[in-house]
């Protein structure tokens, strides 16, 4: 059972519009920073998104993140088959004093 | 340009240790915090342990604390996990990760990870 929950699954045509949920506590996503992270299939992650909505250099403007209250979102637009992956969020928790992934989001581009 | 590689990775036999080692180039690396985060197969990613990068404070996860030790060689560029007592549940991929602008309370890069099978 993992501290923060996202849907198991999320599925999409290309070029529309997803958005995967997280969900936590005050002690993880209301009290710090949201990160998201990529993982396509046979890879090691990669971070998508950072600081709840900030973009690393080089990750497409396509991929958006938000944070309000102890709840997270991540918003792919203009889906493509290549953003057919595992999508994790991830917080720090102040109370566990441990980082915390959800247990992760399998999108499919149909 | 970052690079993160793991190894020591192998088949142990329950109750056995390992010593995985992370190797890193690319940043100064005494100025971050380290990660180490695992994947059991088909299964999503769990946080281990991470190591501050100035104080080296260490944080565990419930599941590993008193069995596994994290340290890190700031000389070296080399940041260690030191696998004690393993049991089957801690047959994982184990990625090495390193801290991004908030510390070890986000992690930025990722290595491409070693395997750890426990089993008889």
């Known amino acids: 059972q993992s501290v923060l929950t996202q849907p198991p699954s999320a599925s999409g045509t290309p070029g529309q519009r997803v958005t995967i949920s997280c969900s936590g506590s005050r002690s993880n996503i209301g009290n710090n920073y949201i990160y998201w992270y990529q993982q396509l299939p046979g890879t090691a992650p990669k971070l998508l998104i950072y600081r709840n909505n900030q973009r690393p250099s080089g990750v497409p403007d396509r991929f958006s993140g938000s944070k309000s209250g102890t709840s997270a979102s991540l918003a792919i637009s203009g889906l493509r088959s290549e953003d057919e992956a595992d999508y994790y969020c991830a917080a720090w928790d102040d109370s566990l004093n441990i980082g915390v992934f959800g247990g992760g989001t399998k999108l499919t581009v149909l | 340009e970052v690079h993160l590689l793991e190894s020591g990775g192998g088949l142990v036999q329950p109750g056995g240790s390992l010593r995985l080692s992370c190797a890193a180039s690319g940043f100064t690396f005494g100025n971050y915090a380290m990660t180490w985060v695992r994947q059991a197969p088909g299964k999503g990613l769990e946080w281990v342990s991470a190591i501050s990068a100035l104080t080296g404070t260490t944080h565990y996860a419930d599941s590993v604390k008193g069995r596994f030790i994290i340290s890190r060689d700031n000389a070296m560029n080399t940041v260690h996990l030191q696998l004690n007592s393993l049991r089957a549940d801690d047959t994982a991929v184990y990625y090495c990760?390193?801290?991004?602008?908030?510390?070890?309370?986000?992690?930025?890069?990722w290595g491409q990870g070693t395997l750890v099978a426990v089993s008889s």
């Open positions: 990760a390193k801290g991004g602008i908030d510390g070890y309370r986000g992690v930025d890069y």
